[in-house]
């Protein structure tokens, strides 16, 4: 919350995901005018909750969700700003898990049926249809598929208003990529120019929802090394931060650097960092040349800022990790570090 309030008191506004983030971006004072709501899965509760906010607008995923926003608007006697997330059919050339705009994808309405949509949701009346949303996937390290997408909608953004739409935000998503390892992503000016070479002419106003790009680089995890040990032709040091900390590597098969957090002199020899957690799948680096560690020093894992800490759960009954912010150099707990209470105090019996 205090990195949303710190985005927040420079103008941001937030695209959420879920009730819970809705929830989190209003108590950082982000106000609802500024909130977009994404998400394939919106329940009738969280439908409520968000026209209750009085937020900018949701992105719409499929016709049946543009059926149940228009219910639960007029069973509440208010009218809702829709967007439809509209999928291009696009390959980001990304990770799988992490590629939404392919045809195959769960996300958005297909290109194809997108005017046949929108009729839809013109005809139901408690909608008010405001604009179009896109967001083909995360870590892009590419300009094309952008700008593939963007010329997609911008052909469909004039069908559209010359089918009687009122077509006045295009919500261009994220997915700006950053460098983990050696990608040379487009530099954010790069990307600008980009968009704006299509959006600029629509006379529209343009809505982004950049995440991993903002936060990615300025996070790092530091977790201590408990044992070093060799087995199996390999060394392996041991580390008390686990998947359950940090499950990108785990999940993705991502890279990410791994420093002493103070300089030592050891020889940087091959070695799989990994944590305690009870799985094989719980690793931080596999064969990574790192300078050779003694036990108790800290390590760092750098680019740990965005969907590390975010994703992180209580697999293995493991308290969360405190979270520091440097601001002007000087730290901040902006989280304490969880307790064994407070995993349990959500349970009966
Ligand atoms: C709808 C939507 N918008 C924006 C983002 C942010 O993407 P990124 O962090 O790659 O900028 C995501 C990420 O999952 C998303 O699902």
Do not use: W
């Not at 009870?278 to 108790?296: L, N, T, W, Y």
């Amino acid at each position: 919350v205090a990195v949303l309030r710190l985005l927040g008191s420079l103008g941001a506004g937030a695209d959420v995901v879920s009730g819970g983030e809705l929830y989190r971006a209003r108590a950082a004072g982000i106000p609802p005018e500024r909130i977009v709501y994404s998400g394939v899965g919106k329940s009738p509760d969280e439908i409520v909750r968000a026209l209750r906010a009085g937020i900018l607008m949701f992105n719409v995923e499929s016709s049946e969700e543009l059926v149940a926003i228009n219910e639960t608007a007029a069973a509440m006697g208010a009218r809702a700003p829709v967007s439809l997330r509209i999928n291009p059919d696009v390959d980001p050339k990304t990770h799988k898990y992490i590629a939404t705009g392919l045809r195959e994808s769960k996300f958005g309405i297909a290109i194809a049926l997108a005017r046949e949509s929108y009729a839809k949701a013109a005809a139901l009346s408690n909608l008010d249809v405001v604009g179009l949303d896109c967001h083909i996937g995360s870590q892009l390290t590419e300009l094309s598929p952008f700008q593939d997408a963007l010329r997609r909608l911008e052909g469909l953004i004039a069908d559209l208003r010359a089918d009687g739409h009122a077509i006045r935000y295009l919500d261009i998503g994220g997915g700006l990529g950053i460098s983990y390892a050696d990608e040379k992503p487009p530099h954010p000016t790069e990307y600008a120019k980009a968009v704006l070479d299509v959006v600029a002419p629509l006379g529209i106003t343009l809505v982004m929802e950049p995440g991993r790009v903002i936060a990615g680089n300025s996070g790092v995890m530091v977790t201590r090394l408990l044992y070093r040990k060799h087995q199996g032709g390999k060394r392996f040091l041991i580390v008390d931060a686990g998947m359950n900390d940090l499950i990108r590597p785990s999940l993705y098969d991502s890279y990410h650097e791994i420093k002493p957090v103070r300089e030592n002199t050891g020889e940087a020899a091959p070695c799989d960092v990994v944590g305690p957690v009870c799985e094989s799948g719980d690793f931080f680096a596999k064969d990574r040349a790192i300078k050779d560690p003694r036990e108790g020093d800290l390590l760092a894992v750098l680019d740990a800022g965005a969907y590390s800490f975010s994703m992180a759960s209580n697999y293995n009954f493991r308290p969360r990790a405190a979270e520091v912010l440097l601001e002007a150099g000087r730290p901040r707990l902006i989280r304490r570090r969880e307790t064994f209470e407070d995993l349990t105090n959500c349970e009966i019996g």
